[in-house]
């Protein structure tokens, strides 16, 4: 079975890697504001399936063979790269005619929370990164002695609990954010635009 030992480094470099900046740092935090929490959950609910799906992924074993296929993993890195241009150009904030009425217009504009789950599941979904980071940590602290699926089942587990932990204080974070009554501004769109553009740009170079 697991070391207790070995579940503190696992926790440890789990908390590490959702605490640096990522698209679904940027993504949770950017509805959250424009759409309130809400959405924010939406979005946060969206993210954990994914992860799920990357522990059972995992599991089967397609992590390991994303690597020794090179075709599909680039396609995989292509395909999220897309999504996140996709992203960056639907946030970015459009010039009207009119200024007279923007903020009000603004949320018959924005997605509901089905596409804010939409949005979640699929930017974490299509981010190699992410699914490499699950693949590439989960074995390494299975113990081959021991009961495989229950193991596999705890990792997953905890890879799940503590990024909705996160993405629950960030929803959280921007809410009351959000509370201070301001109108989202086109700036921090443009900067949120901006940093999925980077994104992108990177997986685009492996």
């Known amino acids: 079975m697991l070391e207790t030992s070995d579940l503190m480094l696992y926790c440890t ?5 959702y605490l ?3 698209p679904d740092m940027v993504l949770i935090t950017h509805t959250t504001l424009e759409r309130g929490r809400r959405a924010g959950l939406a979005t946060a609910a969206g ?19 994303l690597q020794t296929h090179p075709l599909a993993l680039d396609a995989l890195r292509w395909l999220g790269a897309a999504y996140l241009l996709w992203l960056a150009w639907r946030i970015l904030p459009r ?4 200024t ?7 949320p018959s504009q ?12 699929l930017t974490n ?49 921007a809410g009351l954010v959000a509370k201070q009554g301001r109108s989202p501004s086109t ?20």
């Open 125 to 173: 979904l299509l981010n190699p990164k992410a699914f490499m980071f699950c693949g590439l940590l989960l074995p390494q602290f299975v113990q081959p002695g021991g009961n495989l699926e229950m193991q596999y089942l705890i990792l997953g587990a905890l890879l799940v609990a503590w990024g909705c932990v996160f993405d629950l204080a960030y929803v959280l974070v």
């Open 47 to 65: 993210l954990a399936s994914a992860r799920s799906l990357h522990v059972l992924a995992s599991g089967l074993g397609l992590a390991a063979l």
């Open 13 to 17: 470099a789990l908390v590490a890697a």
């Open 110 to 121: 924005a997605p509901g929370a089905g596409r804010a789950y939409g949005r979640g599941l």
């Open 95 to 98: 010039s009207t005619p009119s």
């Open 187 to 206: 700036g921090p769109r443009r900067v949120c635009a901006g940093f999925f553009v980077l994104t992108a740009l990177r997986l685009m170079q492996g």
């Open 20 to 22: 640096l900046p990522g």
């Open 100 to 106: 007279a009425t923007p903020v009000a217009a603004a």
